[in-house]
Structure formats: structure tokens, C-alpha cells
């Protein structure tokens, strides 16, 4: 694991991979930023008006429900968009920039390394898709632990860990492993894979270091992969 994390930052130093870097997560943020500027003044309507019940209403006043409305709504958004960003931007690279760095990676390090497919495009869309919705999902059922302290502390690196070992575990195998062997990886080395994800959620709550963050661990998940790949094709080789 620490070898594809070095190899990953080598790579990233290059025109190829430096020129993936700003988009994904500059564009997230931009995506999400505008979103909600667009939408704030509906959700402060739709809260208020749920709030105004009659007993309510008459106590605190139109005003100051207004205004309790309005703090609400954008509590909530600066509680979500820094995570909806993230997995935004994961999700980009993961379908979009992946296939690029993969094959980019795979001619200069594992040239002899075959390619067997066993994934496709929409096996990852779809991978990609299932894993914001269930980590969005994860994110919003845990907000509660945030109020705990250390839970705070762990939360956000077990979980963007967790998202990022979905999605980039299968984009970086699917082109090379076929299914059985991908299963067999995951069995293997399922506890590395994660660890490795939980190493670049660190990268990722850091401020500007995390605009590098999934580049960066989209090739570490590329190289630890074709790398225990092609450990698992030798054993298999010496036992046959």
C-alpha cells in the first residue's frame, strides 16, 4: 500500500494528471454552490410555511419565523454542500477521468499486464451512482454523531474512506481483472483497499491539498490494484 501511495504521487506530478486535478472539484463546488443560491429562497418559503402552524404563527410572529426559516435552511446547506461536493467530484473522476488515468497508468507501469474486462462503462456508472446515494445517505443518517466529539473526528474519514474504496476499486480492476479475480481481490486485500481510501480522505479534508484529493487517490487505487493483480496472477501461475 505505501508503494502505490508513492508511485500515485509520482504520477501526479505529471502534465497529464495535473491537468485532471482542478475540474472535478472546482466544478462540483460550483455546480452545488450555484444550486443553492438558486434554491434558497423556495426552501426558507416551503420551511416557513411548514412551520406556520396556527399556535406557532401567533407566539413568534411572521417575522421571526422568517428569519428562523432562513437560518435553518442555510444551516443545513453549509452542512451538506461541503459533502455533496466531495462525492460530486468523486463521482466525476471516477467516471470520466478514471478510464484516462488507467490506461495512462497501465502503459508505463504494468505494460504486460492483460486486460480481461471484467467490468463495463455502465458497471461503473452504476457502481458510481450506488455508492454517493448510499454515502449521502450515511452522511445525513450520522449527523447526530457530530455533536459526540471524537465521532466528529473519525466520521468524515470513514466515510469519504468508504466512498472512495467503491468507487475506485472497481474502475481501477475493471479493466484488467476479470470478475473472478476482482471477487478474489476483494477478499484478499479488502482491508488494504480500504485503509488506502481512508488515507486519501485525509488528503481530503485538508484545505487545498483536497483539490488534488481524487486524482491522487483515483492512481493510488490504480497502481495497489494492477499490482495485486498481477501478485495474484503469479501465485496463480506457480501453483499451476
Request: proline share 5%.
Amino acid at each position: 500500500m505505501t508503494e502505490a501511495l508513492a508511485r500515485a504521487t509520482r504520477d501526479f506530478f505529471t502534465p497529464r494528471m495535473l491537468g485532471l486535478v482542478l475540474w472535478p472539484l472546482l466544478g462540483s463546488l460550483l455546480l452545488w454552490s450555484v444550486l443553492g443560491v438558486f434554491y434558497w429562497h423556495s426552501l426558507v418559503d416551503g420551511l416557513q410555511h411548514w412551520l406556520s402552524r396556527p399556535g406557532v404563527e401567533g407566539t413568534l410572529g411572521t417575522s421571526v419565523l422568517h428569519v428562523l426559516s432562513q437560518f435553518a435552511v442555510t444551516l443545513a446547506l453549509l452542512g451538506l454542500i461541503w459533502p455533496l461536493v466531495q462525492a460530486t467530484a468523486l463521482l466525476i473522476t471516477a467516471t470520466v477521468a478514471m478510464p484516462l488515468m488507467v490506461a495512462a497508468v497501465a502503459r508505463d507501469s504494468y505494460p504486460q499486464l492483460e486486460r480481461r474486462r471484467g467490468g463495463s462503462n455502465l458497471g461503473s456508472i452504476w457502481n458510481a451512482l450506488a455508492a454517493t446515494f448510499i454515502y449521502l445517505a450515511l452522511w445525513l443518517l450520522t449527523l447526530p454523531l457530530w455533536l459526540l466529539g471524537l465521532p466528529a473526528l473519525l466520521l468524515p474519514v470513514l466515510l469519504n474512506g468508504w466512498l472512495n474504496n467503491r468507487l475506485f476499486r472497481y474502475d481501477a480492476l475493471a479493466e484488467h481483472a476479470d470478475a473472478e479475480e476482482y471477487a478474489v481481490l476483494g477478499q484478499r486485500a479488502g482491508g488494504r483497499f480500504f485503509l488506502l481510501g481512508c488515507a486519501a480522505a485525509g488528503l481530503q479534508l485538508v484545505p487545498l491539498l483536497n483539490l488534488a484529493a481524487p486524482v491522487w487517490a483515483g492512481l493510488a487505487y490504480i497502481h495497489f490494484g494492477c499490482a495485486e493483480l498481477v501478485q495474484l496472477r503469479a501465485g496463480s501461475l506457480r501453483r499451476t
